[in-house]
């Protein structure tokens, strides 16, 4: 196979004038925003991937006069932070995208549920947020942000945990359907999209869908920014287009033995070498919202899976059985057979679990627990086992 | 409607149906253990999950309305392997020592794993049981966090039906558990005792302070007479723990049980709600006409009941500062209690330091009413033990009696003649619609003008209700009254109460005399009673009782020979300086933490 480089893209730092944009959508219909942004296939990237355009739809479809858009920048993932430098570097074009998104929708009022460990950027944020305030005042645009901070619990990530949150209560996962689109923030429509979603809403607007669907493949779309983390000489943050192989994107960031990359983070998928060349990174083979932790061959995958399953059995909101009690056993059930209390075929009936735990879950938390549990148990047994 | 297949048969049912009720209506029960009816959804158990066709995950029955086209498969492999997944992955992380739980039989999570064979245990033990401690500081209710399966039943117990909030989820991940402000004990928080908690808990760690082996051993002493005292809402109850159907009424069947069993003396706590009648009707008397006519700046109103032990508690924690409007009459059971050991051992010639007062209650609150140092105005602790009607049921099998086959027995005398008015305490609106019947017609000489007595407007299952009486031709010495509109309000479910005495409180409602019962559908639905519950059980035993009020030949408290008797020989008046001495008490304030 050819090998192509890895295009870097620069349209997420970008600077740029604000006051454009809002110019431009106050006099574009709400449906025609919704429809720019169906059109250009954006897809969330937060991770899930779900098409901000019908997200933004199914909210503006929505009756009632009361609807939210909250942001969410609780970015909680091991091993992303890309959002973090988004707010330092371009926090006017957060905003911006809210606006989008509340013309969009048809909502007054925004939220920024900003994680906990990120107080540092408030009075950055607030400074920004004055200014826009004004602009907002200046364009006759009925909408205005507040921040909240979250408290350190990886859960309110988790969306409608997240809600919770906000509304002071404990942040634990609510059932779906209703979706958040219906019933979201104090029980109203709200559209909540990560912090890099509503920055590529900004770009799509300024550029138009079809400049960003020049970039990235069929199913995934434009260009997308990655924590670069791990064995890598060039760790950081990088905006890169959307389609590459992990083959590309190792031969780029790799130190020359990488023997896997963890591509999502702890709810993420644990990729091979023997899988770079015909994996792709994005949604069409394994989806990432930003994280890419590259092991060479120095690591012990033990050590990498322990620490994952360490970390979800403590951030487990605890509500359902099957990730509370079910990530416990993965993690004493991984040591156990390292210590030989159990043997190796104790394994499979952890996969089993594994399988359970994200058929059975009730939220994505535990229902991602398996991705890199089934990944890294299927590629590296021996490693767990001896 | 919307049609769906449930494992292939076609269903229809009304929107917003969920998967498990459509699936009930095709004969398929899926098992739950988060779910309660009373409860709002949590779907947190996940033992409840489906299958449907084409979708990846599985779904929560409980939690998932019904869509058009649904295709839902209960027992399909990814159902099944997923269910016993959830029920071994919820037996790793409890105390199964089953043969030694009090729950033993009656565990819904035993039940399950029985259902499911799931025999050899094929996860990794996580509990550690020495780092757990069974909390018995409260004498109502036993807080083992060892059995707990985190379903949330009593977190939402307590918040949605009781808005006391005094058990709520702590921490996260493995570290998740139901705890109390600060994990302190139930004792030293602001619950109420109103065990509604344990009515709903799944497994054996929330259940009563048990005092079964301390009444045997009064039995067994030939030193001691032991008289036991029923409440009105376990004659309606009793029979569900023995094979009866909800709403059966035993009252004969359990007065033999109770002479079987080697109680002294069989007697009833319906005689002294009668008593709390008398009392608790001319002590709103006395405060309407120090309001009315007196003036009196300083009289309390409205005056609020004081029979339900989880109202005083509630009140003395959230709204102490109505302390002074809540009736100075202790509860039936507490009245009663004061008599065994001082008229009943005067009349029937026994030294109250002989006696010992049992009382059976649909009630864990009335435990810790018991035990409060106000209630021990005989000299002597006025109730020994309180036992709920699920203790009794016990008892009765210990003993192996076959409560289907006894006789009907009645009750001693001395306290043991009750009347319709007694009866109706056990249920929401109860001791409102009986001090109407006497003080209405205390005031008036006629009878309420209601049919037959039963003044509907107080009844039935509205958290909270708003009734009035035009009081006219009044008696002389009550001429003051004439023409005034006697306004009542009636709660049941502390979250009701809060709503109503906030509605008090900011002038939004004014009335003169409030009933509140602390469990929904009064004493019938109390925390002592048997388990299950809901709202429809609830009804059944609401119908039993006006039932049983309709079978009395006496139906007015005021005309329950007893209590002439009672006046005559030994208290003299209702509110006179005997009553005063035995019958009345004060409450404490409380802080909310």
Redesign the interface.
């Known amino acids: 196979m050819e090998h192509k480089h890895v295009k870097r893209v620069d349209l997420i730092f970008e600077k740029v004038e604000c006051r454009e944009i809002l110019e431009k959508i106050v006099k574009m219909e709400p449906d025609a925003i919704c429809q720019e942004v169906l059109e250009s296939d954006l897809k969330g990237r937060g991770g899930a991937g779900f098409p901000t355009g019908m997200k933004w739809r199914f909210a503006a479809n929505e009756t009632g006069s009361i609807k939210y858009i909250v942001c969410n920048a609780d970015e909680g993932e091991p091993g992303t932070f890309k959002d973090r430098e988004i707010l330092d570097q371009v926090p006017g074009k957060v905003f911006c995208g809210m606006a989008i998104a509340s013309r969009a929708v048809g909502a007054k009022k925004g939220y920024v549920y900003l994680r906990g460990e990120y107080k540092f950027l408030i009075p950055r944020l607030n400074e920004e947020l004055i200014k826009f305030h004004q602009m907002m005042d200046e364009f006759n645009h009925n909408f205005r942000i507040q921040i909240r901070l979250g408290s350190g ?1 990886y ?1 309110c990530g988790e969306e409608s945990a997240l809600f919770e949150s906000i509304e002071g209560r ?1 942040g ?1 996962p609510r ?1 779906k ?1 209703p979706y958040p689109t219906s019933i979201g923030l104090f029980g109203k429509p709200t559209a909540i999209n990560n912090v890099e979603t509503l920055v590529h809403a900004v770009v799509i607007i300024k550029y138009g869908a079809s400049h960003f669907k020049e970039l990235g493949t069929k199913d995934s779309r434009g260009s997308k920014v990655f924590s670069v983390s791990g064995d890598t000489p060039k760790s950081g943050i990088f905006e890169l287009e959307l389609g590459m192989s992990v083959n590309e994107f190792v031969e780029e960031f790799g130190d020359g033995d990488t023997k896997a990359v963890q591509v999502g983070g702890a709810s993420g998928f644990c990729v091979p070498r023997k899988r770079f060349e015909e994996t792709i990174i994005g949604f069409e083979g394994v989806p990432t919202g930003g994280s890419m932790k590259l092991f060479n061959s120095t690591r012990s995958m033990y050590n990498v899976l322990h620490n994952y399953l360490d970390f ?11 990730c ?6 993965l993690l ?2 991984v040591e ?1 057979v390292k210590r030989g209390d ?1 043997n190796s075929k104790y394994l499979d ?1 952890l996969v ?2 594994a399988k ?1 735990m ?5 939220c994505g938390l535990g ?1 991602s627990v398996g991705n890199a549990f089934g990944s890294i148990v299927e590629n590296f047994k021996e490693e767990i086992i001896y | 409607m919307v049609s769906l297949s449930i494992n292939g048969m076609l269903v229809k049912v009304p929107k917003g149906t969920t998967v498990l009720d459509a699936a009930k209506k095709q004969n398929f029960r899926i098992p739950t253990l988060c779910h309660h009816d009373d409860l709002c959804v949590a779907g947190n158990c996940r033992v409840c999950v489906v299958e449907q066709l084409g979708g990846k995950a599985l779904l929560a029955a409980c939690a998932t309305p019904v869509s058009e086209g649904m295709q839902i498969l209960t027992n399909s492999l990814k159902v099944r392997s997923a269910r016993k997944h959830v029920i071994e992955l919820l037996l790793s992380e409890h105390n199964a020592d089953c043969t030694k739980c009090y729950k033993n039989g009656m565990c819904e999570l035993q039940n399950l794993s029985n259902e499911f064979c799931v025999g050899d245990h094929l996860f990794l033990e996580l509990i550690d049981l020495k780092n757990y401690t069974i909390d018995r500081f409260s004498p109502s209710i036993q807080k083992d966090d060892s059995k707990c399966i985190r379903c949330q039943r009593c977190v939402r117990t307590c918040e949605e039906l009781q808005g006391v909030n005094a058990l709520t989820v702590a921490h996260k991940g493995e570290n998740q558990k139901i705890s109390t402000f600060e994990d302190l004990s139930m004792a030293e928080v602001i619950c109420t005792n109103c065990g509604q908690c344990i009515n709903r808990c799944p497994t054996g760690a929330l259940v009563e302070r048990t005092y079964l082996d301390e009444v045997w051993d009064a039995i067994l002493d030939p030193k001691k007479h032991v008289v036991v005292q029923t409440a009105p809402a376990v004659r309606v109850g009793l029979g569900e723990e023995l094979g009866f159907e909800p709403g059966s009424r035993v009252t004969g069947k359990m007065v033999s049980a109770l002479k079987r069993l080697g109680f002294d003396s069989v007697l009833d706590t319906d005689f002294s709600a009668d008593l709390t009648i008398m009392e608790e009707g001319t002590e709103l008397l006395t405060r309407l006409k120090k309001a009315l006519v007196d003036k009196d700046p300083t009289v309390a109103l409205p005056m609020t009941t004081s029979c339900s032990p989880g109202w005083i508690k509630f009140i003395e924690h959230s709204f102490p500062e109505y302390l002074p409007n809540v009736s100075t009459c202790k509860s039936p059971q507490q009245m009663f209690g004061a008599l065994a050991k001082t008229y009943y051992s005067q009349v029937r010639k026994l030294e109250p330091k002989d006696v010992v007062s049992v009382s059976i209650m649909p009630c864990t609150a009335k435990k810790y009413e018991a035990n409060r140092p106000e209630m021990r105005s005989s000299g002597y602790k006025d109730v020994d033990y309180v036992l709920t009607t699920r203790e009794l049921a016990r008892m009765i099998k210990q003993a192996g009696i076959d409560f289907n086959k006894l006789k009907e027995d009645k009750y001693d005398s001395l306290m043991g003649v009750s009347t319709g008015a007694g009866v109706i305490f056990g249920a929401t609106g109860g001791v409102m619609e009986a001090a109407l019947r006497t003080a209405y017609e205390i005031i008036t000489g006629r009878e309420v003008p209601f049919e037959n007595l039963n003044i509907t407007a107080v009844r039935g299952m509205e958290g909270v209700r708003v009734a009035s009486v035009q009081i006219e031709e009044c008696k002389e010495e009550w001429s003051f009254l004439n023409g005034v509109e006697l306004k009542c309000a009636v709660a049941h479910g502390l979250v009701n109460a809060r709503k109503l005495m906030n509605a008090v409180k900011s002038g939004e409602l004014e009335v003169h005399f409030i009933e509140v019962m602390a469990c929904p559908g009064g004493c019938l639905g109390g925390g002592g009673q048997p388990i299950p519950t809901n709202e429809k059980i609830r009804k059944k035993r609401t119908e039993a009782i006006y039932a049983e009020d309709m079978s009395m030949k006496i139906r007015k408290s005021h005309e329950n020979p007893e209590i002439i008797r009672i006046y005559k020989e030994f208290l003299g008046e209702p509110l006179g300086h005997k009553s005063h001495e035995l019958l009345h008490t004060h409450y404490t304030k409380r802080v909310r933490y």
């Open positions: 619990a859960i404990r634990e059932n359907p979800f059995t403590e951030e487990s909101c605890g509500q359902c059985t099957p509370r009690v079910g990530c416990q056993q004493k059930g156990a159990k009936e089993k679990l359970t994200k058929r059975a879950s009730k229902q």
